[in-house]
Every structure is written in C-alpha cells, then in structure tokens.
C-alpha cells in the first residue's frame, strides 16, 4: 500500500477514534445525573470493555509471555492511568482547565521524539500541535476557570503523561519481525486497567439500581444499560481498537492531534444532544483544532536522510522520497490510554 493511502487509512481510523472517545460524555452524564459516581461510570466503562475483548486476550494469551511489560504499562498508563489522573485532579480544578492540560499530551509525544529519541520533528507537526492546543483552550473556555492549585495541575499534568503514554506505547514494537497485535495489546490492557480501576473505584458500593432504571437525555428517557453499552461498545472498544491501529498507520505525534478533535467532538454533541450552549470563543476554538490536524497530518516534505518524525516511516517510500535508513524503526516506548 502506497504511502499516501496508508496516511489516508490512518486519518480515517484516527477521525473514528477521535469520534468515538468523545461520544462518551453524552452518554456518561445522563447517568452520573441519574445517581452513579463519575469514577463507577469509568469502572463500568473499562471492565465492561475489558469483558467483551476477553475472548480476544485469550486468542492472543501469547502475548503474556512475549510482551509483559508493554501490556502492563498499557494497563497502568493508557487506560487506568489517563482515567484515575484526570478525575483526581477534576476534584481540585475545573473541568476546563483539567481537559486542556491532559491534552498537552501531543506536545509531550512530540518532546519525547525530538529531546529523547533524538529524531527531527517536521514543522507540520510542530504547528498543528501549537494550533490544536490553543484551539482548545478556547474549546473548553479555560479562562473561565483559571485559578492555582499545585496538586490539580500536577494530577491533570500527570494523566497528560499518561495520555502521551498511550500513544507512544500504541506504535510499540510495530517495526519488528513479529510486531505484538493491537488487538491483544488493548485486551490486556483493558484487564490490566479494570483490575486498577477496581482498587480505585470500588465498584462495591456503587448503587446499582440506577442501572436498572432509565436515565434522561435531552428530555427522552433512555435505559441506562443502553447508556451503558454505548459507553462499552463504542466509546471504549472501537475507540481504543481504531486508536492504536491510527497510530501504528500515521505516528503517535500526528494521532495525538487528531485525537484533540475528541474535545471538540464532545462539546458540539453536548449542544446537540443534551442542549449545552456553545459560545463563540469555542466555535473558533473548533476551528483551529480542525485547522492544526488537518495540518499536522499532511505529507512531511522531502528530507535529505532518514525518517522524518510525523510521517510513517514503514510505509512504502512514494517516488522521490528517501528511504528509510537501515535500523531505525519507528517511535516505540501512551496509550492510556487509554
């Protein structure tokens, strides 16, 4: 597959990914409203995931063996680590401020590739990450709630960790021989994050009535398992499937961009489904997240020796670029996640 149709693909698969992580809020609220807590929710959300691809981790047991570390620190990072972080620190900052910083994520990604792996990072990549991240600051009107808190913003800097984590630890091993199968290195990693999840939530308590009953989204009411297996289904298995397969056809700094557009995504279905108005500042603040991923994605221009960081190196060089230097593989190491 050429060049340019495996970037496509990937764009594609990352605009799916992006979709379906920020399809989560709307379902999430009507049942933190209805009575469940915010972290249950997150517990249901992986554990119910965690079951569906149990089948899957079992077809890819192998990989226990093979990959131990990648599918713990998968778990620990891309998953548990993203979630239990951003909560925590949800309860020292606002919503707003807690979102932007765990999106600093891309930048980080791009910070490891440029300061520790020593590779060049095209301009492309560069901007669109400056753009996105400004674009979503108006997104989530940060300034609203602007404010110091040491412990929230070291909470939410610690899930931007964690988030950048996600995408590093996707592209993991994806040069070698035998690269480990996506699809195993998100079932365990979902297992991993259940079991963390469990300590921190303490799913015992939750009050499972409400999900039982029904839950009110935009007037209509709704049962809740149906919430819920939006949330499972869509939210966090497609989500996390059609993630690290982007991220393994583009890079990880090029998919942490587009992945900004989940914050854009959740603000424009929270207007249209549950009616949360959306103000001026946030309609231009989408804009220039869609303006910084588009441009981060597009084809790096030529460069005089070896693989640029924002292209996808693998990939079959197209006419006229240089090919890949012999031994360098892609980014490798979030992901979580998540």
């Not at 009953?213 to 939006?230: C, D, H, K, R």
Request: charged share 10%; hydrophobic share 55%; glycine share 12%.
């Amino acid at each position: 597959m050429q060049t340019a149709q495996v970037r496509n693909v990937g764009l594609g698969l990352a605009l799916v990914s992006a979709f379906a992580f920020g399809g989560s809020g709307v379902a999430a609220k009507p049942l933190i409203e209805a009575g469940l807590d915010p972290l249950h929710v997150v517990w249901l959300r992986v554990a119910g995931a965690a079951l569906v691809m149990l089948p899957v981790a079992w077809r890819h047991r192998a990989l226990l063996r093979r990959r131990p570390a990648l599918l713990a620190g998968f778990g620990l990072l891309a998953v548990a680590g993203v979630q239990a972080f951003y909560f925590a620190a949800l309860s020292r900052i606002p919503v707003g401020v807690a979102l932007l910083i765990e999106y600093l994520g891309p930048a980080l990604v791009l910070g490891w590739v440029r300061f520790v792996q020593r590779r060049p990072v095209t301009r492309a990549a560069a901007l669109g990450v400056v753009l996105a991240v400004g674009g979503l600051a108006c997104v989530v009107e940060v300034w609203a709630g602007l404010g110091f808190d040491a412990v929230g913003l070291a909470l939410a800097l610690c899930a931007a960790f964690c988030q950048a984590g996600y995408f590093i630890l996707a592209a993991h091993g994806s040069d070698e021989a035998e690269p480990a199968d996506p699809l195993g290195v998100i079932a365990y990693g979902l297992l991993v994050g259940a079991a963390v999840l469990t300590v921190v939530a303490r799913p015992w308590g939750m009050d499972g009535e409400v999900l039982r009953g029904a839950a009110a989204v935009a007037g209509t009411s709704v049962p809740a398992w149906a919430l819920l297996a939006w949330i499972v289904l869509i939210a966090t298995v497609l989500a996390y499937v059609t993630g690290i397969v982007s991220v393994r056809k583009l890079s990880p700094q090029v998919a942490g961009v587009v992945a900004c557009l989940e914050a854009v995504v959740a603000t424009v279905l929270a207007w249209v489904v549950l009616g949360e108005h959306l103000s001026t500042p946030q309609i231009a603040g989408g804009v220039l997240v869609l303006i910084g991923a588009f441009i981060a994605q597009s084809p790096a221009p030529k460069a005089p020796s070896g693989p640029v960081a924002g292209s996808r190196p693998d990939a079959a060089p197209s006419a006229g670029d240089p090919a890949p230097l012999p031994g360098k593989g892609r980014l490798s190491a979030r992901q979580g996640a998540p």
